[in-house]
């Protein structure tokens, strides 16, 4: 199993920039692809950016391409989302989740999928003020 911790959340305002980490432990990330989902106050939870295991492709919601970043450094066994120029529609509690290496070789939809990720963190809350 694989452990997963986020941080780096927090109160920011809107056109402002976070970087979240997630860190694993209890196995090497690099035998993982690795997603971030995002739940705002009564909504579903939400696919938002993934990245595959050796970080050679990445995948967007729409609403975030151009303004988040996630990007992995397997050595540090850490996941990153940069998120610039914030919104208040950004505000959400995030979540990192880990999933089996050849996801992203199922088809692209596939990613974007919360059901097919098997591990996820506690959260980390992200809050863009107007």
């Known amino acids: 199993q694989v452990q997963l911790v986020e941080s780096g959340g927090g109160l920011v305002q809107a056109g402002g920039s976070l970087r979240l980490s997630c860190a694993a432990s209890?196995?090497?990330?690099?035998?993982?692809?690795m997603g971030w989902f995002r739940q705002a106050p009564g909504k579903e939870r939400e696919f938002a950016a993934a990245v595959s295991w050796n970080g050679g492709n990445t995948y967007y919601q729409d609403s975030v391409k151009g303004r988040f970043t996630i990007s992995r450094d397997n050595t540090k066994n850490t996941v990153y989302l940069q998120m610039n120029s914030l919104k208040p529609e950004d505000t959400a509690v995030y979540y990192c989740?880990?999933?089996?290496?050849?996801?992203?070789?199922?088809?692209?939809?596939?990613?974007?999928?919360?059901?097919?990720?098997?591990?996820w963190g506690q959260g980390t809350q992200v809050t863009v003020s107007s």
């Open positions: 989740a880990a999933g089996p290496a050849g996801l992203g070789a199922s088809g692209t939809y596939r990613v974007t999928e919360a059901r097919q990720y098997d591990y």
């Open positions: 209890g196995r090497t990330l690099s035998t993982y692809f």
